[in-house]
């Protein structure tokens, strides 16, 4: 395929000349979709992996209320929690992990022990176990007046939503970026079949068939998508080698894990090649039709 | 082989360039073509070599029906046909070999002896020198020699040749019918166009002539 012969001169068409540069933006531009899409499906994961199977309970402060008394109500809840089937532990947040949340949005300076913070209680739960949430919350409060049981379901359905959006907008850029390479290289075939139909009508005088000839257009975009996917891609692990490997510094509370997988990069680098195959098809299918339309 | 009954052809909407054109020719056969500029000569060549449809009227080349071939049995039949276009029709990208093999190639043979076959087709016709030289740096003479070589390279069943002697002087000429004759005797149907009257009278075989795009005369010896 790459070494076959081209009896028509294609590369000296002034249409093909920009064919491998629009590939190569088009390969670039998937292929950072392409690791967008994939650090926020590690990402839902990682939150996924992080809140399943954990409740956290919220006790608020009372007004008035003694050490003691506070440390009481605690108890009773962590009674009632370890006493519920399915929940295989719970555990109090000490209060100094409570103020360091609380830091980034009320600032180093405050000092956040000195507020009225609730006493909060992580809950774990045995895996593949379910909880009747419903009955927990009721013995909640009536152990502990004022308390609440948050199963974090509305933040995770939220930012599952939010990523599947994103995802999916994602997904269409992709196909978007390789209709407009398609286009790109039907343009170019069509424009070589116009150049070159002299030749073309030579070489099916004398017993080439379409599939021959498709075959002399097809090799062609072949080279030059693989040119600028290549290249594309070349600038593409540049770029994202920038994000991943810390020239770019992020917040970790903020940004996703980067780190890629063996099968993320193959994913990755998979793009060029794809991309490659699908102008290949494209000049085939382009030709295929046109000659049929020749005599 | 080759039969026509009332043809008639046009060019899209035009007026007919060939009416009522019926004949018949058998493998083995060899034939001249002659009537002035502009009679037809060219066009009942192209629909025997499929590059055109009749408008009107039967043709059967290699008994089948041209006007039922599917794309894949045109090409089958188009393999078997050797043509010498009055234009040459040479790829001017490619060197003289390389036209030479075209015919090879789009066939499949290998390309040891499509080596073996082209070079010594082009030293036959005086071209051993001249195997890498593009088709714009040759002579008018040796383009022809370079489009006889392309056109009987696959030992095809029947040879077309649209003024084949059009470029070359007289003696070139005569060998180049003579080459025509080597192919003719090997079973090669030949078919030659030419408005040449002074050479198709060196040669004693039967002679189609068209005026305006009629068959006027099929003789069976050269026309006078």
Known sequence: ??????????????????????????????????????????????????LSGRYTVQIPPVDGETAEESGQRLRRAISV????????AAKKVPLTEVAASLEPWLGAGTSVLELPLPNLIDVTLYPERTVNLKQLRQQLTI??????????????RQVADLILALQLLAAGVIILIATCAVFAVI???????????????????????????????????????????????????????????????????LMPDMRFTLSHWTAIFMVPVVASIIAMRAARVTVLRALEQMQ | MIRFENVGMRYGAGPEVLSDISFSLEQGAFRFVTGPSGAGKTSMLKLMYLA?????????????????????????????????????RLLDHMSAFDNVALPLRVAGMKEELVTKHVTELLSWVGLASQLDSRPKTL?????????????????????????????????IAVRLLYLFEQLNKVGTSIVIATHNEGLVSHFNYPVFHLEDGMLTSIDAQPAA
């Open chain 1, 187 to 253: 343009f170019a075939t069509r424009s070589g079949i116009a150049v070159h139909r002299d030749v073309i009508q030579v070489l099916h005088l004398i017993g080439a068939t379409d599939g021959y000839i498709a075959r002399q257009f097809q090799r062609h975009a072949l080279r030059l998508a693989l040119k600028g996917g290549f290249t594309g891609a070349g600038l593409a692990a540049v770029t994202l080698s920038i994000f991943i490997w810390g020239v770019v510094e992020f917040d970790p509370l």
């Open chain 2, 52 to 88: 055109q449809r009749p408008s009107r009227g039967l043709i059967n080349l290699f008994d089948r029906d041209v006007l039922t071939l599917q794309r894949d049995e045109m090409t089958e039949i188009r393999r078997r046909i050797g043509v010498v276009f009055q234009e040459f």
């Open chain 2, 139 to 171: 002579s008018g003479g040796q383009q022809q020699r370079v489009a006889i070589a392309r056109a009987v390279i696959a030992r095809p069943r029947l040879l077309l040749a649209d003024e084949p002697t059009g470029n070359v002087d007289d003696t």
């Open chain 1, 143 to 156: 152990a502990v007046a004022g308390s609440s049981l948050d199963d974090h379901g509305v933040w995770r």
């Open chain 1, 81 to 88: 929690l370890t006493r519920t089937p399915g929940i295989a």
């Open chain 1, 1 to 50: 395929m790459f070494r076959g012969r081209i009896d028509l001169p294609l590369s000296t068409d002034p249409a093909t000349r920009m064919v491998p540069w629009i590939i190569s933006v088009m390969v670039y531009l998937a292929m950072l979709m392409l690791a967008g899409v994939l650090v926020l499906a590690g990402a839902t994961a990682s939150w996924e992996t992080g």
